[in-house]
């Protein structure tokens, strides 16, 4: 079946070094990618998305790229802060999908080491 | 946070019993979702609903009823636990960002449901 999946589960890196956590997608179609980070006890949230006819987006200290002709995605994190520390999930929607229904992948931890 | 309150946050059931969640959102939005989160499998769609009375099953709806009688609330029930409910539910609208920034999926803080 279609599937989103990450290619780490873990990553640790050095406050203010820059984070690049990936994401490989199966499924072609899909239009829209969003990035979502969980901390410990507390629901996912919204960080950047990026859209199908995009390579690249910026937002504060983060930036997502997406390259369709190997379905990677990825997003980096600018000065890694011991705030950034969580689990980040990529997360698709299919073209055409009613309702908007994610589907996600597995999940990176990210640690932060001061 | 702001605009959706799950209930309970913790519960401990027993095998066999009925449970029920509730997702309840003050921003009136049509679209509401149940996903249950598990280590090594991310977060897994149960049930979704687009409206009132208007409800679709997910990619794990089995073992799991929904139901949408107005538009801020939307519960999840468990007709008869079973261990291999035991998760992390969580409840999500679709909140939209405006023209051409497409919509955003808002989490709720989630329920612990511990089946023994």
């Known amino acids: 079946g279609e599937s989103v999946g990450l290619h780490l589960p873990t990553l640790s890196v050095q406050e203010g070094d820059n984070s690049i956590i990936n994401c490989a997608y199966s499924n072609s179609a899909s239009d829209y990618f969003i990035w979502y980070k969980q901390e410990s006890g507390k629901g996912p949230q919204f960080i950047i998305d990026?859209?199908?006819?995009?390579d690249k987006r910026q937002g504060q200290r983060v930036t997502v790229l997406l390259n369709k002709t190997v379905k990677h995605l990825s997003l980096q994190i600018a000065a890694t802060q011991p705030g950034d520390s969580a689990v980040y999930f990529c997360?698709?929607?299919?073209?055409?999908?009613?309702?908007?229904?994610?589907?996600f992948g597995q999940g990176t931890e990210l640690s932060v080491k001061p | 946070d702001a605009g959706i309150t799950q209930s309970p946050r913790h519960k401990v059931t027993e095998t066999g019993t009925p449970v029920t969640l509730r997702c309840h959102q003050t921003?009136?939005?049509?679209?509401m979702y149940w996903y249950r989160q598990d280590p090594g499998h991310g977060l897994r769609l149960i049930h979704y609903?687009?409206?009132?009375?208007?409800?679709d099953k997910g990619e794990v709806s089995d073992g799991y009823s929904v139901s949408r009688s107005k538009t801020e609330d939307f519960l999840l029930t468990l007709e008869s636990a079973t261990s291999s409910q035991t998760s992390v539910y969580f409840c999500a609208i679709n909140r939209d960002r405006g023209l051409s920034k497409g919509t955003e999926a808002f989490f709720g803080q989630g329920t612990r449901l511990t089946v023994v």
């Open positions: 990026i859209r199908s006819n995009m």
């Open positions: 921003e009136n939005h049509r679209y």
């Open positions: 997360a698709e929607t299919p073209r055409g999908n009613q309702g908007g229904k994610l589907i």
């Open positions: 609903s687009y409206g009132v009375k208007d409800t």
